[in-house]
């Protein structure tokens, strides 16, 4: 199995503070990672790593037909084409309010891709009812409920059709039922060969969800908890395929 995304020794320092030192690992095509670790481990900071909204020191990021290194941000020319690799849902949806569901959804692809209104009214309508929520495509922000509203968000960052999507805490503000359905959707974008990396404190489900689990500890990615790994309670071993 290909592997969409591939990080290097990737070292990134804010100041004199080292935040990652030298973190590798791969995500496989077609994959649900959950990456795991303490509040302030760095988490997000790997995810805004790859997609490019945080520079870093040294390393490397690759996708299939596109590369980050290390240095400044890249330019918005770059970006364009960087957006059509991977994808970014954040912890909070982050939606403009004074546009309805479907109309944020638009504003990736005609501004990302420059698509015409037609064709990007026809694919973001289409992304909306593929995730449940094709009814609430004139709704406004205000209007929809936190799952709604995540729905919209995810509908958004596929839009461009990234091969990698990203995803920071997606549970945080669901309710049992609603990290359910989450759940569900992830793993049917993993089964159309969606290649998944979530951030997560939610070990519940990265157990029920995830195929792998990584914990980010130290500034360093481990392939499992250093006192016992092989622990029947420990998140951090690799999980089977739900």
């Not at 390393?59 to 400044?72: E, H, Q, R, Y």
Request: some cysteine.
């Amino acid at each position: 199995m290909s592997a969409p995304l591939v990080v290097r020794d990737l070292t990134l320092k804010r100041g004199d503070r080292t935040i990652l030192e030298g973190v590798s690992f791969e995500v496989a095509r077609g994959e649900l990672c959950a990456l795991m670790g303490a509040s302030g481990a760095g988490k997000s900071t790997i995810l805004r790593a790859i997609a490019a909204l945080e520079p870093f020191n040294a390393g490397s990021v690759s996708f299939d037909g596109a590369a980050l290194g290390p240095g400044p941000v890249p330019p918005q020319s770059r970006l364009k084409e960087l957006r059509r690799h991977v994808g970014f849902v954040f912890q909070a949806p982050s939606l403009f309010e004074h546009m309805t569901a479907i109309e944020n959804v638009r504003l990736a692809l005609e501004h990302a891709l420059g698509w015409p209104d037609d064709r990007s009214t026809r694919v973001a309508s289409d992304l909306l009812e593929s995730l449940g929520v094709g009814a609430r495509a004139r709704a406004y922000p205000r209007e929809l409920s936190g799952g709604e509203a995540q729905r919209v968000a995810i509908a958004r960052a596929l839009a461009p059709d990234p091969a990698v999507l990203l995803m920071d805490e997606p549970t945080s503000a669901l309710d049992p039922a609603r990290r359910s359905v989450l759940g569900d959707l992830l793993r049917e974008l993993v089964r159309q060969g969606r290649t998944l990396l979530i951030a997560t404190h939610d070990v519940d489900f990265a157990r029920t969800y995830a195929d792998r689990v990584m914990e980010l500890a130290d500034r360093r990615i481990l392939t499992g908890r250093r006192d016992d790994p092989a622990r029947e309670d420990s998140p951090y071993k690799p999980l089977p395929p739900s």
